[in-house]
């Protein structure tokens, strides 16, 4: 795993090396174990490298001045073994056994093309010196990050991360009000948008290319989720084919020079990669987990009990109740305001996991596959309901009753019936935008002052959620909150969250189940066998039977998740009245200051939960510190420095 940075420029002539070191150096925590530099006539590349394959060799940026082409790599190819047979056959030669130089010479060979046969986690950059143009792309599901702009003299830059950007001084940091009402719609700030005007994150399943004189490149899609419904697959036959493709994809990424391991929660998807990798593996698996001392929120009671199941090298750490002290560390991890409160775990599972392994296996993605989620069991039950009463009656009936029905937090689930009053008053799109906010329209719009309502002249968070459904494969209700999930939910705060908290400890974490052709497979899938009454992830379950015990696979789902309400309540209350009422999202003129003060008041006062609501505008307080602070770059070890004429040393 590694970091990457690069500038082309707009002119003729060299960039400026110690920008590139800066913006490279910011980066140091991705790759810390060697660092390279290419220079060249309009373009300068720098990598940090964190050592899997090939630990000898591999070395980035990796040129070849016969072809006039140079290389940064961040990520893996699993299947740059079967690549590199396929290259040797055409005549290509090989100097080393590292994946970086089977991209390089994939590219070579197919250009734009190579990218539908390659099978792992990527974001690179390649320099073609004779057409003076760069290519970037990023992986199928967004696993690995990308962010690329323009500096106010016209220079395109990138980064793996948002810092290896700001750390360049023509990169402007204006923030865009549009991402910052998806932020507090979402929790975090979906592609293309970053939280800053000018700054993009490339989409996955995405490329784009850019010579100097031209306008400003327009990314271009390769792959998408297909969802073409294969119904006449049998239960036995889907059982049967997901653990053979689940086998296929964990054996190929248990590939690794350096100390490798797993997440392990004790929940259905990080126990079927454990299991798996137990099937491939001739020693104990090194397995990692983290509770908390609240007995709600503790679920290794559970990852204890697979691990002995499946004689793991088992290892746990357990996270105090005032682990909330992370939270301007994580607002210089993530870059961006980011409010996925179980950053805060997943931060100290990273730390813990880097402890023992350089590598680690998670199971993320399987939510998304096969529909796990609770909300989509929800969803699929009120889109029953839309489908039997025109929109013409739904809107005005449900609508009204949904305005008048009290918000009752403290009542009874069954009680709640507020929100699905008002979701069955909404279309599909609009009702499942709804159930993943984190905060409501509503709420929004009483949240906001006046400037920043004129600033976002109309624009709606709902906006990125009507554009991708208008490209979507399926128009059935759970198939298509699916694709809204793999297009919006899981690049922009799973595996961002994933990525930043691994990296910030130089760990490298694959995801097996985010295989994109098992992805593929899965959405073939019809609804019936992942949620089946009110069972979901129905077929991974029944495919798990012979490895997992039952009550594993088919306890209550709790999710990765911290006593947040509680926190607010209680060690946090002090910190959120002065926070949100004296601090930087008091004093931006966003939000209107007697909202404010009354959400802190309602929450404190246990009238209503607005723990989320909350919660976000605590990490967007950190992150407005954050970012008036200068970014700092470490002292590396020696490096390989390049200039177009070969290596120098």
């Excluded at 084919?241 to 590939?255: C, G, P, Y």
């Excluded at 002995?308 to 357990?318: A, G, I, K, S, V």
């Excluded at 006593?563 to 309540?569: G, I, N, Q, Y």
């Amino acid at each position: 795993m590694c970091g990457l940075a690069g500038i082309v420029s707009s002119q003729h002539g060299y960039p400026d090396e110690r920008v590139l070191l800066a913006m490279r150096d910011v980066q140091r925590h991705r790759g810390p174990d060697e660092a390279g530099v290419y220079l060249g006539e309009g373009v300068g590349l720098g990598h940090r490298r964190l050592s899997i394959i090939d630990l000898a060799h591999g070395q980035q940026p990796m040129v070849d001045d016969k072809a006039g082409l140079a290389l940064i790599y961040n990520g893996e190819l699993y299947n740059f073994k079967s690549l590199r047979a396929e290259l040797e056959a055409l005549g290509i030669l090989f100097t080393s056994n590292s994946d970086t130089e089977v991209l390089l010479r994939a590219w070579q060979q197919w250009g734009e093309e190579c990218l539908p046969r390659l099978v792992g986690m990527f974001a690179f950059a390649v320099w073609d010196a004779r057409a003076q143009r760069v290519f970037l792309a990023r992986d199928q599901l967004g696993i690995k990050p990308l962010y690329y702009g323009f500096t106010s003299s016209g220079d395109l830059v990138f980064a793996s991360e948002l810092k290896g950007l700001l750390a360049h001084p023509g990169v402007e940091r204006q923030l865009d009000p549009q991402a910052l009402e998806d932020y507090l719609a979402l929790g975090y700030v979906p592609d293309p948008k970053s939280i800053y005007r000018g700054i993009s994150k490339l989409p996955p399943g995405h490329w784009l290319t850019w010579r100097a004189g031209e306008p400003a490149p327009t990314a271009r899609q390769y792959w998408d989720v297909p969802f073409k419904l294969d119904t006449q697959l049998a239960e036995g036959e889907a059982s049967a084919k997901l653990r053979t493709l689940l086998d296929e994809a964990v054996a190929s990424q248990m590939i690794a020079d350096v100390p490798l391991g797993a997440f392990l929660s004790g929940g259905v998807d990080s126990s079927a990669v454990v299991a798996s990798m137990s099937r491939a593996s001739r020693q104990p698996v090194r397995t990692c987990s983290i509770g908390f001392d609240h007995d709600g929120f503790d679920e290794t009671v559970y990852a204890r009990q697979v691990a002995r199941h499946l004689h793991t090298q088992h290892f746990e750490q357990r996270v105090n109740a005032d682990d909330y002290t992370l939270l301007d560390t994580l607002a210089a991890v993530y870059d961006e305001p980011f409010s996925d409160s179980s950053a805060l775990p997943t931060y100290r599972v990273c730390e813990l996991a880097r402890t023992q392994v350089t590598v680690a296996l998670s199971g993320d993605g399987g939510d998304e596959n096969f529909a796990g989620y609770r909300r989509y069991r929800l969803h699929a039950w009120e889109s029953g309901l839309r489908a039997r009463l025109p929109q013409s009656l739904r809107k005005p009936v449900f609508g009204l009753l949904g305005s008048i029905y009290p918000k009752a937090d403290w009542a009874p689930r069954p009680l709640r019936a507020k929100t699905t009053l008002q979701a069955l008053a909404r279309d599909n799109v609009e009702a499942y935008f709804h159930s993943v906010s984190t905060t409501s329209a509503a709420m929004r719009q009483r949240l906001y002052s006046a400037r920043f309502k004129r600033e976002l002249q109309g624009y709606s968070a709902l906006s990125v959620f009507r554009f991708h459904a208008n490209h979507a494969p399926t128009d059935d209700p759970l198939l298509l909150a699916q694709y809204l999930d793999l297009k919006t939910w899981l690049p922009g705060d799973i595996l961002t969250k994933v990525d930043r908290a691994s990296m910030a400890h130089s760990l490298e974490v694959r995801v097996p189940l985010l295989d994109h052709r098992l992805v593929e497979w899965a959405s073939t899938l019809p609804p019936a066998l992942k949620l089946r009454g009110s069972t979901g992830k129905y077929i991974l379950k029944k495919a798990l039977e012979p490895d997992l015990p039952h009550d594993v696979l088919y306890r209550a789902k709790m999710g990765f998740s911290v006593p947040m309400s509680t926190w607010l309540r209680g060690p946090l209350a002090k910190h959120v009245h002065e926070a949100l009422l004296n601090g930087a999202v008091a004093e931006c003129g966003y939000f209107e200051p007697s909202m404010l003060d009354r959400l802190v008041r309602e929450h404190a006062a246990g009238r209503y939960d607005h723990s989320a609501t909350l919660w976000s505008l605590l990490m967007l307080d950190a992150f407005l510190r954050h970012m008036q602070e200068p970014a700092v770059t470490a002292p590396g070890r020696p490096e390989a420095r390049i200039l177009a004429s070969g290596i120098l040393s």
